[in-house]
């Protein structure tokens, strides 16, 4: 079984500040992680994914993640937070055999970008 | 890139009609659809799971005759809304997976049911 933890259901952080979402996951097997953004009434954008190549991975938007087996985590970081990276963020895992088998979501962290 | 059309992306209906939501693989070849339930401020709620010229896997508590899911081709899959209630009301959004490419997702189904 898996399932991943988003600490934070809320995220505020000042324009130009540094963006860190969490994400912890839990997996029996060698897990694949994502990262997905939605804005208001939109579908799922990919921001970028581990599958068991490099642990930092650089996604689109300027948001990276570093997988750390040790802590079992996938964080999400941006340097400078803009106001069009307010939307709501979802980690999300699978097991190996991704694209066959379902994603996991986390429950969603909100982030909110103060001017 | 990868892209899925889902359609149409809001409707409304009445008590007691049904309603077909359509998501569609436009550039590859989709081995597996997911379809997902999405409540106000909530997580993804994975409802099934389907693959081409196969049935549905339905998750727990999801009415599979509520619910019907059609998979006719390895691009087009179909949910339809049967007989829909005001609690049926949500944000549905269809997600196309291939082996090893990843999962793309439609632009989510707003239905109101009044």
């Known amino acids: 079984a898996q399932s991943v933890t988003q600490l934070g259901s809320h995220v505020s952080v000042s324009e130009g500040a540094l963006v860190l979402l969490r994400c912890n996951y839990s997996?029996?097997?060698?897990?694949?992680l994502f990262w997905y953004v939605q804005y208001p009434n939109q579908g799922l954008q990919l921001l970028l994914k581990?599958?068991?190549?490099?642990?930092l991975v650089k996604g689109i938007n300027g948001f990276e993640a570093e997988f750390k087996k040790s802590e079992t985590s996938f964080h999400l970081t941006k340097p400078s937070a803009h106001m069009s990276d307010a939307a709501e963020y979802f980690c999300?895992?699978?097991?190996?055999?991704?694209?066959?088998?379902?994603?996991?979501f986390g429950t969603g962290t909100r982030l909110t970008i103060i001017p | 890139g990868a892209v899925v059309s889902q359609h149409p992306s809001r409707v409304i209906c009445k008590s007691g009609t049904s309603v077909k939501i359509e998501c569609r693989s436009l550039?590859?070849?989709?081995?597996?659809m997911f379809w997902y339930r999405q409540f106000p401020k909530k997580s993804l709620m994975l409802m099934a799971t389907?693959?081409?010229?196969?049935?549905?896997?339905?998750e727990q508590g999801v009415e599979k005759d509520k619910f019907l899911i059609n998979h006719a081709s390895l691009t087009l899959s179909t949910l339809t809304v049967t007989s829909a209630h005001p609690e049926d009301s949500s944000f549905y959004i269809c997600?196309?997976?291939?082996?090893?490419?990843?999962?793309?997702f439609g632009s989510g189904t707003r239905l109101t049911v009044v």
């Open positions: 997600s196309a997976a291939s082996t090893g490419a990843g999962y793309t």
């Open positions: 997996s029996s097997v060698p897990p694949y």
């Open positions: 581990y599958t068991s190549a490099a642990t």
């Open positions: 999300a895992v699978s097991g190996p055999n991704f694209g066959n088998e379902k994603l996991t």
């Open positions: 550039d590859f070849q989709a081995t597996t």
């Open positions: 389907s693959n081409e010229g196969s049935k549905a896997t339905y």
